[in-house]
C-alpha cells in the first residue's frame, strides 16, 4: 500500500518555502544581504539619510577654530589689513609717549626738589660743606634710579596688570594687552615686556618701532618673548 507522503506532491509541499524556515518564522538572511547591499558611512546613515548627530558637511565644527580666523579673545583675525586688531602701531608710539609722560613728570618734579633741597645745605655749609653735598647728591642719583624703575614698572607692568591690560594711556588711545591665547596677561608677563623696554627703547625707540613693522602680529621684542598682543580695544 502507498504512502500518502510519499507522493511527490507531498514532498514538495513539506519543503520549506523561500523566506521562511521549516518551524514558521521568517527567515532572515535573505533580509540581511538586502539591508547589507546598502553602504554605511560615518556621515550617512541607511540609505544614504544624513545621521543626527552628525553635522552636515562644509559647516564648521563647534569648538574648533577655522582656518584664517584665529580667534584673539576680544575680536577675530582676518585675511585683510584692515581686520586685524593688531594693526595698532601709530596708536602704539603715541601710547608709548603718553606713558613715558605719565611716568616721567612726577620724577622730574621730585628731582628738582631734591635738587633745591641739597642747594640749600650746600649753602648752610659754605666752602666746607663740598664732601657732604657730593654725598647728598650722589645718594640723591641713586634714589631717583631706583624711583624711576619703581614708576616705570608701576606704569607699565603693575597698572595693566589691575586694569584689564590698560595702562592709563591704553585707555585713551582704545588699546589692550592680551595674551597669545586671548586671555588676560600675568603680572610676570607683563614685567617681563616691560624689562624689554630696554632693548626696544633704543635710540628713542626705533628698534622697537621696525620690530613691530617688520612682525606678522606687530609685536615687539617684549611682547614676542612674553607672548602678549596689543590690540583695539572697543
Given at each position: 500500500m502507498t504512502n500518502?507522503?510519499?507522493t511527490p506532491d507531498a514532498q514538495q509541499s513539506q519543503q520549506p518555502q523561500a523566506g521562511s524556515s521549516q518551524y514558521g518564522q521568517p527567515y532572515q538572511g535573505q533580509q540581511f544581504a538586502r539591508q547589507s547591499a546598502y553602504p554605511q558611512s560615518d556621515h550617512q546613515g541607511y540609505q544614504g539619510h544624513p545621521r543626527p548627530d552628525y553635522p552636515a558637511p562644509g559647516y564648521p565644527q563647534p569648538g574648533y577654530s577655522q582656518p584664517g580666523n584665529m580667534q584673539y579673545g576680544y575680536t577675530r583675525?582676518?585675511?585683510?589689513a584692515a581686520d586685524d586688531p593688531t594693526d595698532v602701531v601709530g596708536a602704539r608710539v603715541g601710547q608709548y609717549i603718553v606713558d613715558g609722560l605719565l611716568a616721567a613728570?612726577?620724577?622730574i618734579v621730585l628731582w628738582i626738589a631734591i635738587i633745591g633741597l641739597?642747594?640749600?645745605v650746600a649753602s648752610s655749609y659754605g666752602s666746607d660743606g663740598g664732601a657732604t653735598v657730593g654725598s647728598?647728591?650722589?645718594?640723591?642719583?641713586?634714589l631717583m634710579a631706583v624711583l624711576s624703575l619703581a614708576v616705570n614698572w608701576l606704569v607699565f607692568a603693575w597698572w595693566p596688570s589691575t586694569h584689564g591690560?590698560?595702562?592709563?594711556?591704553?585707555?585713551?588711545?582704545?588699546?589692550r594687552i592680551i595674551s597669545e591665547d586671548g586671555g588676560q596677561p600675568t603680572l610676570g608677563a607683563l614685567t617681563l615686556r616691560w624689562?624689554?623696554?630696554?632693548?626696544?627703547?633704543?635710540?628713542?625707540?626705533l628698534v622697537g618701532l621696525i620690530v613691530m613693522l617688520n612682525s606678522a602680529r606687530h609685536q615687539r621684542l617684549g611682547d614676542s618673548l612674553a607672548?602678549?598682543?596689543v590690540v583695539r580695544a572697543y
Open positions: 500518502p507522503q510519499d583675525l582676518g585675511s585683510s613728570v612726577p620724577l641739597i642747594g640749600t647728598l647728591f650722589m645718594g640723591a642719583l641713586g591690560g590698560q595702562t592709563m594711556a591704553m585707555r585713551w588711545f582704545k588699546l624689562v624689554l623696554l630696554v632693548v626696544d627703547g633704543f635710540f628713542g625707540g607672548k602678549t598682543l
